[in-house]
């Protein structure tokens, strides 16, 4: 992202080479469309229902999630069918320390994912003996156990057992003209893109380098000096603090945390917004987000009675017309109009 | 390219040394290992002096990629010591080896297959540099290797053209030179090539002569070669060391090793060839 970076790729590109071997969209078109959606996404609060900016918000709060899950499975090719167990996490541990500790919301959410980060970098130590559709299988037990253990008798005085815990929604402070759904949408917006912006940086480092040699050919990665377990685990915890962070912002944004917010299915979610949006592509995490809220949605008023089997069938048709996710489907078109105009 | 040449002669590249005075680079002192009932290596001994290129050679099954695999900490030998620098390398972990100075090319193409060529040198270049999650997300660019290093050893490996495509669409040739300029930006002491004209043209296999001939005068580094390109290994080798079954059957320069009597069997009355 430096401008040192963008001179030493120039050349590569100016030589007069074909243009169909053009690396990727030109970085100045990258930035126009990051402008372009920053000042849609700072206008929209201003311009739609209070319900329309909840959900914008939950969009956000998803895509953060599965940009975390990007970060393991796309970039460092470990699989988790179990990321809702880090947003309960991280969830719980807000709505724990404001109700217990009469935390305020914002002290919470580092510590949800700073915990969120150590339970994450734990359970990797184990999952490096896993391999992939192993590490799949044992990701989704946590998935699978995780609302189980939020209702259980030893954590219930904590929890609030079924009946799951009331959150206190932030308003805006210092007399801000602003709403609290309104509010809550700006504190996720800026959160997200401190989070994107951590993103973007580590995979274009020797960190995300090494994250993604791991994923490409472990055995070569380990001659090249990597070590893998430091880089796995990490990664995991990374991962995890991503989910724990949305874990946190939900909690305040729905004003309410239940162990059935936390199941499987929310998981299993997670990984399909990963793949709608791209496997890894760091803006697909949005097109992901948008996918988990709004679809079910579109399949509802679709019928009423087969919600579940609409649900699929635009599942499938997005797969067959966007393998590559919505990243993929952008950049090729995108690469298109670039290749025929030049 | 400013690369210190350690251990090096002031000659550039010392010629290998018969009379013992210099210590040697790496050492390799009865190493074994079994797989099973396979006795892949048995008790195979030899030096590398510094500067020198060591051609391995032996019919298929010998045991070469083994040999690598445990220099390169990848195996464990059941017997033996491997020493580079007078030190073990056993207690150490496979990936400190290439901080240690030796790195290494695969006989079938280890790429990093979804990543561009650079971003591919650049993972070689990966013990030069230090870096952590931490600086890296903030995006302090700490641990950014020496870009015209890197650059320029694109250029001298003549992949400036393929820099910034995909490893996955190269041709195998390209793909070779992208594991040679990525284990050379590790700036080795040590390079290990396993079967580096595998898959080449004839024109391809003069010039990986060549060019394995100018890293070791221009870089200093010492090269260990397996290769079963016969033409190849005697025209650039300064000793050459033969297996066979997993044992040393001879070691020498080039023409007492072609005239070994059994080297000549090993080859001659190998089936396996
Ligand atoms: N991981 C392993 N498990 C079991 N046997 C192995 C393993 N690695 C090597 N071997 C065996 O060790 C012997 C030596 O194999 P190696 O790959 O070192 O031969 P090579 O000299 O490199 O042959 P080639 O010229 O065909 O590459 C073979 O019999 C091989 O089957
Ligand atoms: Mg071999």
Redo the contacts with the bound molecule.
């Keep these: 992202m430096t401008d040192q970076s963008m001179t030493s790729e120039a050349p590569a590109q100016g030589r007069g080479k074909p243009v169909a071997e053009r690396a990727g969209i030109p970085v100045g078109l990258k930035r126009a469309a990051l402008l372009i959606g920053l000042i849609i996404a700072i206008a929209l609060p201003f311009m739609v229902k209070n319900f329309t900016i909840f959900q914008l918000t939950t969009v956000m709060i998803y895509a953060i999630a599965i940009l975390g899950l990007n970060l393991l499975t796309g970039f460092n090719g470990q699989f988790s069918l179990g990321h809702s167990t880090f947003i309960a996490i991280g969830a719980y541990t807000t709505a724990i320390l404001m109700e217990f500790g009469g935390f305020g919301f914002y002290a919470t959410l580092p510590l949800a994912a700073l915990f969120c980060f150590i339970v994450g970098f734990l359970f990797g130590l184990p999952a490096l003996r896993l391999e992939s559709i192993y590490l799949a299988l044992a990701t989704f037990a946590l998935a699978v156990a995780t609302p189980q253990l939020l209702k259980s008798a030893p954590f219930e005085p904590w929890t609030g057992g079924v009946q799951g815990l009331l959150v206190f929604k932030p308003e805006a402070p210092f007399g801000i003209p602003l709403n609290s759904d309104q509010w809550m949408y700006f504190v996720t917006l800026v959160i997200g893109l401190v989070l994107a912006f951590f993103a973007v940086n580590l995979v274009g480092s020797r960190t995300g380098r090494a994250m993604m040699a791991i994923r490409d050919n472990p055995i070569a990665a380990r001659a090249m000096g990597i070590n893998i377990a430091l880089y796995k685990t990490t990664t995991f915890g990374v991962s995890a603090a991503y989910a724990g962070i949305a874990g946190s912002l939900s909690a305040v944004v729905v004003q309410f945390v239940a162990p059935d917010s936390f199941t499987f299915v929310l998981a299993i979610g997670l990984f399909v917004g990963l793949v709608i949006g791209g496997v890894g592509s760091i803006p697909g995490a949005l097109f992901g987000g948008a996918f988990l809220v709004y679809v079910p949605n579109i399949a509802e008023e679709l019928s009423k009675g087969l919600a579940g089997a609409a649900y699929g069938a635009i599942l499938l048709l997005v797969i067959y017309l966007m393998p590559a996710g919505a990243a993929g489907l952008v950049r090729a078109i995108v690469m298109k109009v670039l290749n025929r105009r030049a | 390219m400013t690369l210190e040449v350690e251990g090096a002669g002031p000659s550039g590249h010392a010629a290998p040394s018969a009379d013992g005075a210099g210590a040697p680079l790496l050492s390799v002192d009865g190493i074994a290992?079994r797989?099973?009932g396979?006795v892949?290596?048995d008790g195979i001994s030899f030096d590398i002096a510094p500067g020198e290129i060591l051609g391995l050679i032996?019919?298929?099954?010998?045991?070469?990629?083994?040999?690598?695999?445990c220099v390169s900490r990848l195996?464990t030998p059941n017997e033996g010591d491997i020493r580079f620098r007078g030190e073990s390398v056993l207690a150490l972990a496979a990936h400190q080896i290439a901080g240690l100075g030796i790195t290494r090319t695969f006989?079938n193409l280890a790429l990093f297959r979804t990543m561009t060529v650079r971003d591919n040198v650049l993972v070689g270049s990966h013990p030069q540099t230090r870096s952590g999650f931490l600086d890296d997300a903030l995006g302090l660019r700490r641990g950014e290797p020496d870009r015209t290093e890197i650059d320029a050893l694109i250029a001298d490996l003549e992949l400036e053209d393929v820099a910034g495509r995909l490893v996955a669409d190269l041709p195998t040739g390209t793909q070779k030179r992208v594991e040679l300029a990525r284990a050379l930006a590790g700036r080795p002491k040590l390079l290990l090539l396993?079967?580096p004209a595998g898959g080449l043209t004839h024109g391809e296999v003069d010039d990986l002569g060549g060019l394995i001939q100018r890293i070791r005068d221009e870089r200093g580094v010492t090269v260990l070669l397996?290769e079963?390109h016969m033409g190849l290994v005697m025209s650039i080798s300064d000793t050459v060391v033969a297996?066979d079954f997993?044992r040393k059957i001879a070691q020498g320069t080039t023409q007492e090793v072609q005239n070994d009597p059994d080297v000549i069997r090993a080859y001659l009355g190998s089936s396996?060839q």
């Design positions: 290992i797989f099973g396979i892949a290596l032996g019919p298929n099954g010998a045991g070469k990629t083994t040999l690598f695999n195996y006989q396993d079967e397996v079963h297996l997993g396996r």
